[in-house]
């Protein structure tokens, strides 16, 4: 399997432009995680979805943030409209499960948004 | 809520000294802590995963242990390597409250073994 992608790995936009990041999961794996991570916050979870379906979105800062999961293979993350702030680094991570989902976790590369 | 700290920020020591990072959380009631490494571009890889009910949990060279009711978690590092060179995590899980899980990460000790 080629693991969790992402896409694109660098994104670099202006204020005010709507943004979407991209993530294919690994085949057969039913939970689905995306993160951010900056300098100032660390590592952040957003929102996580189990079976297509968001569990906890606790973690989205503003109704800016929305993240969709249509099928088991794709999922996105969008950001409209983006702001200099949101500049971090956006990683997905998908596992199978097991006692905890968080247990078996498999990180894509990540993305590198930069607002400007 | 949930906080996690590591210190150092960084450590920097010459090849084949043996090492130990830190860890440390301010709620005791955990359901595991993570050990987690992350090289530069690229994403967190799981080293070790200590359950809740256990002490510590080795793999190779590393071995990590848990303290629960005093909060900390120790990475120790035998005879370091200059591909152990990366950024070192410490994630601890809070018990699934309305079936949600959570995640809280430590920053992070960026780790330079010299040649």
């Known amino acids: 399997d080629a693991g969790v992608i992402q896409s694109p790995r660098h994104e670099v936009t202006e204020m005010g432009q709507e943004v979407t990041l991209r993530c294919k999961p690994i085949s057969g794996h039913d939970y689905l995680f995306w993160y951010r991570q900056t300098m100032m916050r660390g590592l952040e979870l957003l929102i996580y979805?189990?079976?297509?379906?968001?569990?906890?979105d606790s973690g989205m800062p503003e109704d800016r943030f929305s993240a969709k999961m249509p099928n088991a293979s794709f999922s996105t993350l969008k950001i409209q409209p983006s702001e200099p702030r949101d500049s971090a680094v956006y990683f997905c991570?998908?596992?199978?499960?097991?006692?905890?989902?968080?247990?078996?976790?498999?990180f894509g590369p990540g993305t590198r948004l930069t607002v400007l | 809520k949930q906080e996690v700290t590591q210190i150092p920020a960084a450590l920097s020591v010459p090849e084949g000294e043996n090492l130990v990072l830190n860890c440390s959380f301010t709620d005791s009631a955990i359901y595991n802590l993570q050990w987690f490494r992350q090289d530069p571009g690229k994403g967190l890889t799981s080293l070790l995963l200590i359950q809740s009910s256990q002490r510590e949990q080795t793999s190779g060279r590393l071995n990590a242990s848990l303290d629960k009711s005093s909060g900390r978690s120790t990475l120790y590092i035998a005879a370091s390597q200059p591909g152990d060179s990366a950024t070192y995590l410490c994630a601890v899980e809070s018990p699934p409250g309305a079936g949600s899980y959570q995640l809280t990460f430590g920053k992070g000790t960026k780790l330079s073994v010299i040649p």
């Open positions: 991570a998908s596992s199978f499960g097991g006692d905890s989902p968080t247990d078996t976790q498999y």
């Open positions: 979805f189990n079976n297509n379906v968001p569990i906890d």
